[in-house]
């Protein structure tokens, strides 16, 4: 099952590069690139480390559903206000 | 200068060290060798054929191709994209989970081949009537040929199962 992810939203709201995270996490900075793609599902502990280093719940990273765009989001936010 | 300050400048010479340096360096990226590992298949499935196909000249010529395609997979065990057993620097989860995979299908193409191979070789041997030395030859160029296969196999998966990713 593919589990997506917001590695790259996050990644870039932080200005982190794919090899800071990489090395925060302990993987290769190709390994954050497949998980950004959607190519790696990730193992439980990786899930948890990238998930402690963005100072985020896991389920704010990764879901079995996909994310909600950023553009989707405002409008959402609009209307509702 | 000390017998081990020579041996150094020795091994210097020879050129390794510094190709080591940079496997070292390259073991981050792991090249995607995708035909690479299709042509060493097909020259050693030809070479496998005419090794079991006729007697000498096809014998040898079967073995020579069988040897480039034996060369050929080493040098995809250091180029490829899986990073050899025993390395722990640079090897995450996502590299061992590659590695299993790639070995995994490898050893499962190579189950069916041997049995496949073994079935046909014993079938041409009775109704094509072999002579014993024809038999005793093409054992070992099956077992050449599926050594041939461990090598290259698991490169030829890695490299078609994933996309290689770009630089930031």
Not at chain 1, 13 to 23: I, N, P, V, Y
Not at chain 2, 2 to 12: F, G, N, Q, T, V
Not at chain 2, 48 to 57: D, E, I, K, T, W
Not at chain 2, 128 to 136: F, K, M, N, S
Request: net charge neutral; aromatic share 10%.
């Amino acid at each position: 099952m593919k589990i997506h992810n917001r590695i790259a939203l996050f990644r870039s709201e932080r200005g982190t590069s794919r090899r800071e995270l990489a090395d925060a996490v302990d993987v290769n900075p190709q390994t954050i690139g497949y998980l950004e793609r959607g190519d790696y599902n990730p193992s439980l502990e990786l899930a948890m480390k990238i998930a402690a280093f963005f100072d985020v719940a896991v389920e704010h990273l990764f879901s079995f559903e996909p994310f909600e765009s950023v553009a989707v989001a405002l409008r959402r936010i609009d209307a509702a206000e | 200068m000390s017998l081990p300050e020579r041996l150094d400048d020795l091994a210097h010479m020879t050129g390794f060290p510094q190709f080591s340096a940079r496997f070292a360096a390259r073991t981050q990226h792991g090249l995607h060798l995708r035909w690479t590992p299709v042509i060493a298949v097909a020259l050693a499935t030809a070479g496998f054929v005419a090794a079991v196909s006729a007697p000498s000249p096809a014998l040898t010529l079967g073995f020579a191709l069988l040897s480039v395609a034996q060369a050929i997979g080493l040098g995809l065990s250091v180029l490829g994209p899986i990073k050899p057993f025993g390395t722990l620097k640079g090897v995450d989860e996502r590299d061992r989970q590659l590695r299993r995979d790639s070995y995994l299908a490898t050893f499962m193409a190579m189950s069916g081949i041997a049995i496949l191979a073994l079935i046909a070789l014993a079938g041409f041997a009775l109704v094509d009537r072999w002579d014993r030395e024809r038999v005793i030859f093409s054992l070992p160029a099956l077992a050449f040929y599926l050594l041939c296969l461990l090598v290259t196999m698991p490169t030829l998966y890695a490299s078609w199962a994933t996309r290689p990713i770009e630089d930031e």
